[in-house]
Nanobody
Framework: QVQFVESGGGLVQPGGSLRLSCVAS????????MGWYRQAPGKQRELVAV??????????RYVDSVKGRFTISRDTTKNTLYLQMNSLKPEDTAVYYC?????????WGQGTQVTVAS
């Protein structure tokens, strides 16, 4: 069974930075593109960053709202996905989840809360 364990969230002031981590188990990490999703209160979950598998060149893509500020990366030796978030804005406040990019698996992890406020 797949399992996702996210960590690294917290409270940060506008303009600050955070680095999220996600350990994925269940034998999927090296096979699939992986992504970071977020869900803000009252909004649908959205995919904000995705990275293809190592064998597919680790190609990255971002939603326009985070381009130039967020960086997704993966360490296949550790089954770990990262999201470096810089220049954070209040609108980045959400629960952040990792999962397979574009075709998420159930169950989702518990997510990690990111709150950007002064």
């Amino acid at each position: 069974q797949v399992q996702f364990v996210e960590s690294g969230g917290g409270l940060v002031q506008p303009g600050g930075s955070l680095r999220l981590s996600c350990v994925a188990s269940g034998g999927i990490f090296s096979i699939y593109a992986m992504g970071w999703y977020r869900q803000a209160p009252g909004k649908q979950r959205e995919l904000v960053a995705v990275i293809s598998s190592d064998t597919s060149g680790s190609i990255v893509r971002y939603v326009d709202s985070v381009k130039g500020r967020f960086t997704i990366s993966r360490d296949t030796t550790k089954n770990t996905l990262y999201l470096q978030m810089n220049s954070l804005k209040p609108e980045d406040t959400a629960v952040y989840y990792c999962n397979v990019g574009g075709h998420p698996f159930d169950p989702w992890g518990q997510g990690t809360q990111v709150t950007v406020a002064s």
